[in-house]
């Protein structure tokens, strides 16, 4: 398997280190504008507000539409929603590819989802193996906690558990999936046990 290497800079890898920790703490603090499988749309939970997955969140941070402070919190800025245009274009003139090229390497069928993805590839500095497990394997059916799972490999890109350029298969994820699965449930074991002991 050809694997594309991406090279940065130590001052580049600190941003993306640091864009990746932003995003993470954000998600987590807003579990109700998180779904893997979700791009632009409300949830239930969440009438008011958009909900995204890191991809999508990713598109509007570079975009500027969004800015993510490394603590977590999300500004708008209101004046740069309407600057979005044909969206299969702009994604193919921004990274010089052909319209055969283009559809080739669609993962999705949705043209703001592959924007997502290549836009968030390149906000958060990642190799198209890691973007293609990040954005695409989370929101797999085999991953229970895919928001979780997104949230965690973030953590992981952020403290060098992951490198940017390592190759993540489905496998890979879903044992990073099953680490938060045991780890909730020792969490809820835990909870019920305290709950016993004041009973």
Not at 68 to 95: N, W
Not at 128 to 138: G, Q, S
């Amino acid at each position: 398997m050809h694997m594309s290497e991406l090279t940065v800079t130590p001052e580049q890898d600190e941003v993306f280190k640091t864009r990746a920790t932003a995003l993470a703490n954000m998600l987590a603090a807003n579990p109700y504008r998180h779904g893997q499988k979700d791009w632009g749309r409300p949830k239930e939970a969440n009438p008011c507000g958009t909900t995204a997955c890191v991809a999508g969140w990713s598109l509007l941070a570079n975009r500027g539409i969004v800015t993510i402070t490394p603590d977590g919190e999300m500004t708008y800025d209101e004046s740069a929603l309407g600057r979005t245009g044909d969206e299969v274009r702009y994604t193919a003139d921004l990274y010089g590819l052909s319209d055969a090229e283009l559809e080739a390497l669609t993962l999705w069928r949705s043209s703001y989802s592959y924007d997502a993805a290549r836009e968030g590839q390149s906000w958060l500095g990642l190799s198209r193996e890691v973007a293609d497990a990040l954005f695409r394997f989370t929101a797999d059916s085999a991953i229970s906690n895919q928001e979780a799972t997104a949230v965690e490999i973030l953590r992981r890109l952020a403290d060098g558990r992951i490198s940017r350029n390592d190759y993540l298969s489905l496998w890979t994820v879903e044992e990073i999936d099953t680490e938060i699965t045991a780890s909730m449930q020792e969490d809820d074991l835990r909870d019920w046990a305290e709950g016993a002991a004041q009973d």
